[in-house]
């Protein structure tokens, strides 16, 4: 079964780091391309950052570039991402999503998501 | 950057056709995915560039794309199709993924 499974979320202060998790399983992981994706509470879907297959190619939200860096570990079958910096608005429930192809550029649809985790960022 | 606009809601009688639009500068010329979410739950892909189902997704789920328009329709509305849908593009002028803002189906 096709799986994606997020950890690392809670409660952290503003200006505070999280690194999120994303365990992938039942698919090749190192042919897909993965993306982040949040949604606040009560607020629409927002994309976060993608990163390719091979992990040699990411790209950012203007909202979270110089504060948040995706990445991966093919070998662990693991999607990351770190945030530093966060801030109030950055709380929100952080998605993982698997692309349908392996390139990022341009970016096919999300065909498999995680169940999410929720980061809140207050003091 | 580029916009997505969607309406807030859309309301169908059981067993009609609901119609949802996604509205984009020339989307015509984009792939437009579309998503399905229901309250608490991950979102679930109903529709890719533009018009294919995901294995799993029923018949009763389609999409088009032309012009300024992209429209996800539902024939033979259920209940359980109520949810918000949200509608996604690649922009590959900023290479950003754009979601539009969400639409409310309520069945009726």
């Known amino acids: 079964e096709v799986q994606l499974l997020e950890s690392g979320g809670g409660l952290v202060q503003p200006g505070g780091s999280l690194r999120l998790s994303c365990a992938a399983s039942g698919f090749t992981f190192s042919s897909y391309a993965m993306s982040w994706v949040r949604q606040a509470p009560g607020k629409g879907l927002e994309w976060v950052s993608a990163?390719?297959?091979?992990?040699?190619?990411?790209y950012y939200a203007d909202s979270v570039k110089g504060r948040f860096t995706i990445s991966r570990d093919n070998s662990k079958n693991t999607l990351y991402l770190q945030m530093n910096s966060l801030r109030a608005e950055d709380t929100a429930v952080y998605y993982c999503a698997k692309a349908l192809t392996m390139i990022v550029v341009p970016l096919d649809a999300f065909d498999i998501w995680g169940q999410g985790t929720m980061v809140t960022v207050s003091s | 950057s580029y916009e997505l606009t969607q309406p807030l809601s859309v309301s169908v009688a059981l067993g009609q056709t609901a119609r949802i639009t996604c509205g984009g500068n020339?989307?015509?010329?984009?792939?437009v995915h579309w998503y399905q979410q229901k309250p608490g739950q991950a979102p679930v892909l109903v529709i890719y560039r533009d018009s294919n189902r995901p294995s799993g997704i029923p018949e009763r789920f389609s999409g088009s794309n032309s012009g300024n328009t992209a429209t996800l329709t539902i024939s033979r509305a259920q209940a359980g199709d109520e949810a918000d849908y949200y509608c996604q593009v690649w922009d590959s002028s900023t290479a950003k993924v754009v979601f539009g803002g969400g639409t409310k189906l309520t069945v009726l």
């Open positions: 990163i390719s297959g091979s992990g040699g190619s990411t």
């Open positions: 020339n989307i015509g010329s984009k792939n």
